[in-house]
């Protein structure tokens, strides 16, 4: 199994920038994609972005598709989520988990979610 710590969440003005960290610990190895979603208080998880956990191919979301970037560091076991030009709509709470073999938007095929880490964008 992995397990996955996300952190670097805060408050932060409309336009500014927040980089959000996902450390992941136990069997990493297995890990072939990983994925971004979030959640707002009265609606459903959404979709972020993925990544492949090895290589370099990712899919963004069309709501945050130029303003945010997925990116990992193998090496510290970590992905990141590069956030720019935040909106109000971004405010959520965002959660890391482990994807399928090929990179998918389908919420129900990811595994071992994190605690999620809390974005708020103030207007």
């Known amino acids: 199994q992995v397990a996955f710590v996300e952190s670097g969440g805060g408050v932060v003005q409309a336009g500014g920038s927040l980089r959000l960290s996902c450390e992941a610990s136990?069997?990493?190895?297995?890990?072939?994609?990983m994925g971004w979603f979030r959640q707002a208080p009265g609606k459903g998880r959404e979709f972020v972005a993925a990544?492949?956990?090895?290589?370099?191919?990712?899919h963004y979301a069309d709501s945050v598709k130029d303003r945010f970037t997925i990116s990992r560091d193998n090496a510290k076991n970590t992905v990141y989520l590069q956030m720019n030009s935040l909106k109000p709509d971004d405010t959520a709470t965002y959660y890391c988990?482990?994807?399928?073999?090929?990179?998918?938007?389908?919420?129900?095929?990811?595994?071992?979610w994190g605690q999620g880490t809390q974005v708020t964008v103030s207007s």
């Open positions: 988990a482990v994807g399928p073999s090929v990179l998918t938007t389908i919420k129900e095929r990811y595994r071992y």
């Open positions: 990544t492949t956990w090895r290589g370099s191919n990712t």
């Open positions: 136990g069997r990493t190895f297995t890990i072939v994609t």
